[in-house]
């Protein structure tokens, strides 16, 4: 059985780092492209990064390049989002997923893992 | 402002059939591009719902069916029921970003 397990809500203040993860078990990890989804408060889904494990591929939304690093580590079956400096305006909940091929459909998500960026 | 559009809220009685849209353009919705259709119920996950423009995942209701033509696509819900309220989402993908793209989603309300 495929699943994603994310780790738990974080509390973060601005200017502050921070890295979530999404371990993956079910599944040849390293062949599966695997993304992060941002879903805000009251608002919808927005694609922010995905990456092929097996060769560290990644391709980012326009909207997060250069603010958030996704990554993995394939001994362990996990990927990474990753922040240098919060803003405010991350608060969101963050989702993993994965897919085969990047224009398959999503049939695997992570539980979220919820982020509250507040001074 | 998202690529894929949706209307924002549907809604319908119980056992009546709704339909939402998506409409798109020839980058994220084409003949080369299928879209898929998401049901998130309140405080969860999204969930496949539709793959490939027409499929359903196994234990996906024939309630829920897809269509696509041209640069758009639809979900019909048919019998609607109350736990078929929830939010709904397109996606496809963009070959020039070379990743996902959702709509704004739509709220259904079953009356």
């Known amino acids: 059985e495929v699943q994603l397990v994310q780790s738990g809500a974080e509390v973060k203040k601005p200017g502050e780092s921070l890295r979530i993860s999404c371990k993956g078990s079910?599944?040849?990890?390293?062949?599966?492209?695997i993304g992060w989804v941002r879903q805000m408060p009251g608002k919808g889904l927005e694609w922010m990064a995905i990456?092929?494990?097996?060769?560290?591929?990644?391709r980012y939304s326009p909207s997060f390049q250069g603010h958030v690093t996704i990554s993995a580590d394939n001994s362990i079956s996990t990927a990474y989002l990753q922040w240098s400096s919060l803003k405010a305006s991350d608060t969101a909940m963050y989702y993993c997923?994965?897919?085969?091929?990047?224009?398959?459909?999503?049939?695997?998500w992570g539980q979220g893992t919820l982020v509250t960026v507040s001074s | 402002q998202s690529v894929l559009t949706q209307p924002p809220s549907v809604s319908g009685a119980p056992g009546q059939r709704v339909t939402i849209s998506c409409a798109g353009s020839?980058?994220?919705?084409?003949?080369?591009?299928?879209v898929h259709w998401y049901q998130q119920l309140p405080g969860t996950a999204p969930k496949l719902l539709i793959y490939?423009?027409?499929n359903r995942p196994s234990g996906v209701p024939d309630r829920f069916s897809g269509s696509k033509s041209g640069t758009s696509a639809s979900l019909a819900i048919t019998g609607l029921q109350p736990e078929d309220e929830a939010d709904y989402y397109c996606?496809?993908?963009?070959?020039?970003?070379?990743?996902?793209?959702f709509g704004g989603g739509t709220k259904l309300t079953v009356l």
């Open positions: 996606q496809s993908y963009d070959s020039s970003l070379s990743g996902w793209v």
């Open positions: 990456m092929y494990p097996d060769d560290s591929e990644a």
């Open positions: 079910g599944y040849w990890f390293a062949s599966y492209w």
């Open positions: 020839d980058s994220y919705i084409g003949p080369d591009y299928d």
């Open positions: 997923a994965t897919v085969r091929y990047t224009w398959s459909g999503i049939d695997f």
């Open positions: 490939d423009n027409i």
